[in-house]
């Protein structure tokens, strides 16, 4: 017997011969509720064709964006302790663990070493998988230390952040964090070395407050929530409604805290031609590095 017949209402299927569609083989935007194959997606850079929305994703998948092929993770090995001995609804170390052993991850940051287009460079991208890719020691020692790298090499860097702010299990450790990564991109603005900083959805606390904002470029991925405290903890305190939009990439480019605004497909090509106008105009100097 055939395995569909025909209908007025089209062809039809039956139940036994029904393929079930493998999970996460589609993918619905939910701006425009479009049903996107997730092959389709991969080769878009995760950018909805029909309205442009940009689905969030992690270090694995900026780096495959952004980076020419082959490059090297860099100091991939540290993890957090627990110096404060933390404990909310469970212990930080159990928190610790779980997320390592759900996302594979050693932590909220991670360092590569990579080329755009033919030039070397540095990039640290962060996790929002990750506990909120919220900033704690770990990944300020590794931003540390990827200028560092960029600075004796005298490679341009790129911080991709995506973060809900400063790891609160960390208390004051977090918050030192601030200070040093802010302390370290000084040091590599004094030896003119190119640092461009990538706002994702979403970009706010302790992390808007230090590193992100503090590129040579800001740019920003359209519709990303960039910010400080959150748009509820806001309204309550001023008592007052927010405009539209408040917090949007859009937003806070038109008030004048990002640069400007690119599609995540055309981002590889922007940031080259980027680092060319920053090196063209003699922005290294070795003096300095020294």
């Known amino acids: 017997m055939s395995w569909f017949k025909r209908a007025k209402e089209g062809i039809l299927t039956s139940t036994q011969d029904k393929k079930e569609v493998p999970e996460g083989l589609w993918t619905q935007c939910p701006t425009c509720k479009k049903a996107i194959t997730t092959h389709e997606l991969a ?12 689905f969030r994703i992690g270090s694995e998948q900026y780096f495959k964006i952004l980076l020419d092929a082959g490059y090297t993770e860099l100091i991939a090995n540290l993890a957090a302790g627990d110096p404060l001995k933390f404990v909310d609804k469970k212990p930080y170390v159990d928190r ?43 990944v300020g020692e590794k931003i540390a230390k990827a200028i560092d790298h960029a600075r004796e090499h005298k490679m341009p ?7 809900g702010g400063a790891r609160m299990m ?3 450790f977090s918050l030192m964090q601030m200070a040093k990564t802010s302390a370290r991109l000084a040091l590599l603005d004094r030896a003119g070395i190119p640092y461009i900083s990538l706002l994702t959805d979403p970009t706010t ?52 805290f990002v640069d400007f605004i690119v599609n995540r497909k055309e ?24």
């Open 170 to 172: 960390e208390a004051a």
């Open 43 to 54: 080769e878009n850079c995760y950018v909805c064709p029909e309205c442009a929305y940009h």
């Open 205 to 256: 606390g302790g992390v808007t407050a230090s590193f992100a904002m503090l590129g040579d470029f800001n740019v920003a991925e359209p519709g990303a929530l960039i910010g400080f405290a959150g748009p509820r903890v806001i309204k309550e305190t001023i008592g007052k409604d927010l405009p539209k939009g408040f917090q949007s990439a859009e937003f806070v480019q038109e008030h004048g």
């Open 96 to 138: 610790l663990v779980d997320a390592q052993k759900t996302t594979k991850l050693r932590d909220a940051l991670r360092v590569a070493e990579g080329s755009i287009n033919g030039t070397p460079i540095i990039i640290a991208c962060m996790d929002f998988s990750f506990i909120g890719g919220s900033m704690g020691s770990v």
């Open 267 to 290: 981002i590889k090509d922007t940031f080259s031609r980027l680092i060319s106008l920053l090196q063209n105009k003699g922005q290294f100097s070795k003096e300095a590095v020294h």
């Open 157 to 163: 860097l790129v911080i991709i952040s995506k973060s």
